[in-house]
């Protein structure tokens, strides 16, 4: 890549105005380091992702709302988080995990093991519980 | 507290860190010197294992292992150290600063606070260097950002100890040891040599022939899993290749950039050739994402589009192949 090819497209980067170093060739095809503010390809595959992430959030919130799953399911996905990743932020299986998506089991969960959920997810035990459905 | 530490923002974390570290103690490596000799230039193709519900493709070797091969190669002691204890690792983090070493951590990017939050996702294999501690905060320079910055202790030890894949269990490091002399021609050469045998390696997943085999997959993703997960699969791929320097483009002209400044060090002509063939190899693998995101974005025209973004990776991984034949027949 050459010097003036180095892309300066507006991406999610450029809101923080950070930009990234890139190598690059100047004139006489000896390497330099360059500044990038963002590469639209890049910005495509990440808003694609993040897309992807709100559906699944979205998705999650309907299903608390309509009591099939529990609201832990749903901060999971807020946090951008799988299954393996809570499981080992909380320190419990992964098979417990997924029992305490169940609505019934997560109503009757101790306060111990709801602490270390709302910890993880940085709420409180209230508001764990008390999901609003707005 | 506060060292005089150097800030140098670099393409890549790891050997960002690495070359920042090394400099700070008197020892000035470049950041494509840090990422040839210690190999940093791979490819492994992990289908069996889901990233954000997508197969994985790596473009870089294991957190730490660039280093590693560094201080190994130039006869550097690094000194590492992982705590069970978050008390522990904060004590022997600030012992640190008030002996004036700044200390490189393995860190997770989800609560890096100065990313921007499209950024912030549980990704474990991130490195920065600590340089100071003020009563609120401790001092951050983190390689591929442009300044210094700052964490709260809070921030700090969350980072530390992020949890899943790669948990960096509050993982320092900082070189204990650097030899008045280094023997950077023998360095050069075991480096190459490496990374040679890794991109040729005769397994089906990793090297060439790993790039191959994702070629093959392409054409199939959309038969077998429909488009949008295809879709979803590219996108993917495309994230891990150019994000923050951790891949293909970025990475094949940090490489090149290494080869020009070894056939200054080895006195090799041909170095110097094999270095514009790399930039040309790292220009493919850019339209490669061009033509990637089109796809994801539904925007291209033509009617075969995966089998011709197959063709177009396939294509690289070929020249990859015949480049690295050719890269090691140079340094015999």
Same mark, same amino acid.
């Given at each position: 890549m050459k010097?003036?090819e180095v892309p300066?497209d507006?991406? %999610?980067?450029?809101?923080? %105005?950070?930009?990234?170093?890139v190598y690059a060739t ?10 990038s503010?963002?590469w639209e390809p890049k910005?495509?595959a990440?808003? %694609? ?70 910890? $993880? ?11 609003? $459905?707005? | ?54 197969? *994985?493709?790596?473009y ?18 690094? !000194? ?21 070493? @700044? ?59 992020? !949890? ?14 650097? @030899? ?6 023998? *360095? ?26 994702? *070629? ?22 495309v994230?891990?290749q150019e994000?923050?320097?951790?891949g293909g483009g970025g990475f094949r002209f940090?490489?090149a ?21 790399m930039t040309a190899i790292g220009d493919l693998w850019r339209d490669f994402a061009v033509e990637a995101s089109r ?14 973004i197959?063709?177009q990776l396939?294509n690289i991984?070929?020249k990859?192949?015949?480049?690295? !034949? ?7």
């Amino acid at each position: 890549m050459k010097k003036e090819e180095v892309p300066q497209d507006k991406g %999610n980067l450029s809101k923080k %105005n950070m930009k990234e170093l890139v190598y690059a060739t100047d004139e006489k095809g000896n390497y330099t380091t360059a500044l990038s503010t963002g590469w639209e390809p890049k910005t495509i595959a990440l808003s %694609n992702s993040i897309e992807e992430v709100n559906e699944r959030i979205a998705i999650a919130k309907e299903q608390v709302k309509n009591n099939e799953v529990s609201p832990i399911c749903y901060y999971m996905e807020l946090h951008k988080m799988d299954i393996a990743i809570l499981s080992s932020y909380v320190g419990i299986w992964q098979w417990r995990v997924k029992r305490h998506f169940k609505p019934k089991v997560f109503t009757g969960l101790s306060d111990k093991i709801l602490q270390k959920y709302a910890e $993880t997810f940085a709420i409180s035990i209230t508001e764990l519980r008390n999901f609003k $459905t707005d | 507290m506060e060292t005089n530490f150097t800030h140098h923002q670099s393409a890549h974390c790891e050997n960002g860190v690495a070359s920042n570290l090394l400099k700070h103690n008197g020892l000035n490596i470049s950041e494509p010197m840090v990422f040839g000799i210690g190999s940093g230039l791979f490819f492994v193709y992990l289908p069996f294992i889901k990233i954000n519900y997508a197969p *994985a493709t790596s473009y870089r070797p294991m957190p730490g292992q660039i280093f590693g091969k560094l201080a190994k190669r130039l006869g550097l002691k690094i !000194k590492r150290q992982k705590f069970s204890n978050i008390a522990n690792a904060i004590k022997a983090l600030d012992e640190n600063l008030k002996n004036n070493i @700044p200390t490189g951590l393995q860190v997770g990017v989800y609560n890096l606070t100065y990313f921007p939050d499209e950024y912030r996702f549980h990704f474990n294999a991130h490195n920065l260097v600590v340089y100071g501690k003020t009563e609120t905060d401790y001092l951050i320079s983190d390689p591929v950002m442009e300044t210094v910055t700052i964490l709260t202790h809070e921030e700090l030890n969350k980072v530390r100890f992020a !949890k899943g894949a790669f948990a960096p269990r509050g993982q320092m490091y900082y070189p204990i040891q650097i @030899p008045a002399t280094v023997d950077l021609k023998s *360095a050069i050469i075991k480096g190459i040599k490496n990374t040679c045998r890794d991109m040729l390696a005769p397994i089906p997943i990793i090297g060439f022939r790993g790039i191959k085999m994702v *070629a093959r997959q392409i054409r199939k993703w959309p038969i077998k899993h429909g488009t949008q997960k295809a879709n979803h699969y590219l996108a993917q791929m495309v994230r891990m290749q150019e994000e923050i320097g951790t891949g293909g483009g970025g990475f094949r002209f940090i490489y090149a950039a290494f080869l020009q400044e070894a056939s200054v060090v080895l006195e090799n002509e041909k170095l110097k050739e094999l270095s514009l063939e790399m930039t040309a190899i790292g220009d493919l693998w850019r339209d490669f994402a061009v033509e990637a995101s089109r796809i994801y974005k539904n925007r291209s025209t033509q009617v075969d589009v995966y089998n011709t973004i197959a063709d177009q990776l396939l294509n690289i991984a070929n020249k990859e192949e015949e480049f690295f !034949k050719k890269l090691k027949l140079t340094i015999k």
